[in-house]
Structures are given as structure tokens and as C-alpha cells.
């Protein structure tokens, strides 16, 4: 599940522009889909667990963020900022899947 909150993290790069918070669904080849809430503080909560600090990059199309010490990132095959906006992504761990927008606020 921090894996898939890392890998979450990193949905966030497909998102040029941010709202207040950004919901992403991430859909793994392999496992559970994970919801992730990405907010304009730079933090990003998992099904309702404890905030984790995140980067992004925008021109690297990469989110990056550490959980219990180990450091993942996402990169986004697209960039994107509306909802219905679905992206391939892969992440440093060797996982990959898909990643939709599903909401935001403002």
C-alpha cells in the first residue's frame, strides 16, 4: 500500500496546473486500484491515511515522494489536468499501470 502511494504521488505530474486538490485513481497492472488526494501543500493522503510530502516535475513528467525512508517516483507517459484525464505510468520500483483524474476542488 506505500508503494501504491508513492506510485500515486507521482499521478500528480500529469497535472500541469493545480486545483486545491487533485484526485487520482491509480489502477496497477498487478493489485488493488489506490485512490490519492494530491493538495497545493505539496502532500498527498491515501485512502484517508497520514499526509506524505511529494515532488514533482513537471518537464520530467515525474512525481517523487518518501515513504518509511525509501524514495519512489511515477513518471507519466502524459500530462493532463482535466477529469477524465487517464495516463500510462511506470515508477522506479519496476510497477506500472494506469492513472485517471477523477476530481478536483478548488
Known amino acids: 500500500m506505500k508503494k501504491i ?5 507521482f499521478a500528480l505530474a500529469a497535472l500541469p496546473a493545480m486545483a486545491a486538490s487533485t484526485t487520482v485513481e491509480f489502477v496497477p497492472a498487478e493489485g488493488d486500484k489506490v485512490v490519492i488526494v494530491f493538495n497545493d ?3 498527498a493522503v491515501m485512502n484517508g491515511a497520514a ?6 516535475d513537471e518537464a520530467a513528467k515525474q512525481i517523487c515522494s518518501t515513504v518509511d525512508g525509501k524514495s519512489n517516483c511515477a513518471t507519466f507517459e502524459t500530462w493532463g489536468s482535466e477529469i477524465g484525464h ?7 520500483e519496476g510497477s506500472s499501470g494506469v492513472a485517471t483524474i ?5
Do not use: F, I, Q
Not at 51 to 56: D, F, L
Open 5 to 9: 502511494l508513492v506510485l500515486s504521488a
Open 41 to 43: 501543500d505539496g502532500t
Open 51 to 56: 499526509p506524505v510530502a511529494y515532488t514533482m
Open 86 to 92: 487517464a495516463t500510462p505510468y511506470t515508477t522506479s
Open 102 to 106: 477523477t476530481a478536483k476542488t478548488e
